[in-house]
């Protein structure tokens, strides 16, 4: 019975293998090698007659294998811990490249507007300013980091960036262009300034 408990536990870890998910194929092999070493201790228990010697070797046996799953949570956490670490770390210099490439424009776009006289609305300036079209950054796209996109009205304008495979903090949040999860910086240039907003 033992022994077909195992099997089928290990069969469902060999399908786990084949998803996407590398730690839930890792905990089903952990979890038939746990299952392994219990059957081990109780076998061992068994060769001795004296009730002290099987006491001690049970003992043993549940101090090692408590250990080795006390050790395996704690790389499973550290694992996740890192992994979230990661992406962080992307998105913020997602946001970082994303900022160094729209701020010329938006900044440049911003100093024509206070130094216009008459006033001109950002719509007379947008086009001598900023790039006709979608502004595509050719110089991240080796990376695969994202591409921008602007828009502008007579009292505002707005370049927004968008990853490519960088994920957001929020899954649902729906992207610019249509897409779900990434990360996306918006900068907002109006008649009070520039300002930079993450806003997945």
């Known amino acids: 019975m033992f022994i077909s408990v195992m099997l089928v536990i290990g069969l469902f ?16 092999a952990g979890i038939v090698c746990v299952g392994f070493l219990v059957g081990v201790a109780v076998r061992l228990t068994h ?8 006491i001690t070797v049970g003992a043993l046996s549940t101090i090692v294998i408590t250990a080795l799953v006390l050790h395996w949570v704690m790389l499973w956490r550290m694992t996740e811990w890192q992994c979230g670490k990661l992406q962080d770390t992307r998105r913020v210099v997602f946001d970082g490249a994303m900022w160094s490439v729209m701020r010329p424009p938006a900044l440049e776009t911003y100093q024509a507007f206070c130094t216009s006289n008459p006033k001109k609305t950002f719509s007379d300036l947008f086009d001598h300013h900023v790039p006709s079209g979608p502004l595509r950054l050719d110089s991240l796209n080796e990376r695969e980091e994202g591409e921008t996109y602007a828009s502008v009205t007579d009292t505002s304008m707005d370049f927004i960036g968008v990853a490519r495979s960088v994920p ?16 996306q910086i918006d900068v907002h240039v109006n008649a009070r300034g520039v300002t930079r907003n993450a806003q997945n």
């Open 13 to 28: 870890g060999l399908v786990m293998v084949g998803t996407n998910d590398v730690w839930a194929a890792t905990n089903v």
């Open 47 to 54: 060769l001795y007659h004296s009730r002290t010697q099987r």
């Open 168 to 183: 957001g903090g929020d899954p649902d949040f729906v992207n610019h262009d249509g897409r779900k999860g990434m990360a």
